[in-house]
Nanobody, 128 residues
Framework: QVQLVESGGGSVQAGGSLRLSCTAS????????IGWFRQAPGKEREGVAA????????NYADSVKGRFTIFKDNYGNVLHLQMNSLKVEDTAMYYC?????????????????????WGQGTQVTVSS
């Protein structure tokens, strides 16, 4: 059973940086996608960035391109999201999510419907 545990959220001023981490375990498929989503109060959960298990394909939301970087550690079991030049509008609960079906998509998916396992979330608050 796949388990995801996030850490690294917090409060920062606009223009600052934070790094989120997600420790993943229990994968039974050789190929999967894992990524970050966020949800602000009153808004839909949206995809932020995702990467495949081969570390070959990434995808970013337009709103974070050039500011956020998704990557895994050398052993592949910790996912990170480096967030630079943070904006007030980046304030949200951030969730780590993974696919478990082994299915391959044409593009690394950023739709929440492709992901079946979710972490508990970590809060990111950016103040002006």
């Amino acid at each position: 059973q796949v388990q995801l545990v996030e850490s690294g959220g917090g409060s920062v001023q606009a223009g600052g940086s934070l790094r989120l981490s997600c420790t993943a375990s229990g994968f039974t498929t050789s190929y999967y996608y894992i990524g970050w989503f966020r949800q602000a109060p009153g808004k839909e959960r949206e995809g932020v960035a995702a990467i495949d298990s081969d570390d070959r394909h990434t995808n970013y939301a337009d709103s974070v391109k050039g500011r956020f970087t998704i990557f895994k550690d050398n052993y592949g079991n910790v996912l990170h999201l480096q967030m630079n030049s943070l904006k007030v509008e980046d304030t949200a609960m951030y969730y780590c999510a993974a696919t478990t079906s082994g299915r391959r998509f044409w593009n690394t998916p950023l739709t929440k419907y492709a992901y079946s396992v979710w972490g508990q979330g970590t809060q990111v608050t950016v103040s002006s």
